[in-house]
């Protein structure tokens, strides 16, 4: 009788466990694609895609936690400016007032549009788009202040094309 009843148990634990697995994959496909559609709103999906699947967080964020992510990615990559920007300032002779002009908007963006964004994003994003709107401007102008032999070009690039998607993703909350 014993031998009976653990076969019927052990069938409804294995469904049990199937089920629960199906439920995991199901969520993990409905977050893989709030992901995919929020980066098809914006004007660089390869980007977008490619910086919120870097982030663990963002398998169970909402469309505000994406952006949340975005602007994460955002000062990460204005600290290494600014880093580059000090670096530059130590080593080089060259072009002293464009750096300093970079220092300074790098620090605007990291002591101001950042927290802006990050204080505003949950309450009034539109306080949030507003500073990823300017660190992109900061980030072009620091580019324009060498006069087009900009040594930062690269990460200049980067911390602008970062702010214009996680610009877009805060549009979705608007």
Do not use: W
Not at 5 to 22: D, G
Not at 56 to 67: H, I, M, N, P
Request: charged share 20%; proline share 3%.
């Amino acid at each position: 009788m014993m031998n009976k009843m653990k076969i019927p148990i052990s069938i409804i634990l294995v469904l049990i466990t199937i089920a629960v697995h199906s439920c995991a994959i199901s969520q993990e496909i409905k977050d893989q694609n709030l992901i995919a559609t929020t980066c098809k709103n914006t004007p660089n999906y390869r980007l977008c895609i490619n910086t919120l699947q870097a982030d663990r967080g963002s398998a169970a964020a909402d469309v505000a936690g994406l952006g949340l992510i975005m602007v994460a990615a955002v000062k990460e990559k204005s600290r290494e400016a600014l880093s580059a920007v000090n670096k530059l300032l130590v080593k080089s002779r060259t072009n002293p007032k464009a750096l300093q002009q970079c220092r300074d908007a790098y620090k605007a963006v990291l002591e101001g549009d950042v927290p802006e964004a990050e204080q505003s994003l949950r309450g009034n994003p539109k306080f949030a788009e507003n500073g990823m709107a300017d660190v992109a401007v900061e980030a072009d102008s620091c580019e324009a202040a060498f006069g087009g032999k900009s040594p930062l070009t690269v990460v200049n690039k980067a911390v602008r094309d970062l702010a214009v998607v996680a610009r877009a993703i805060i549009r979705n909350l608007l």
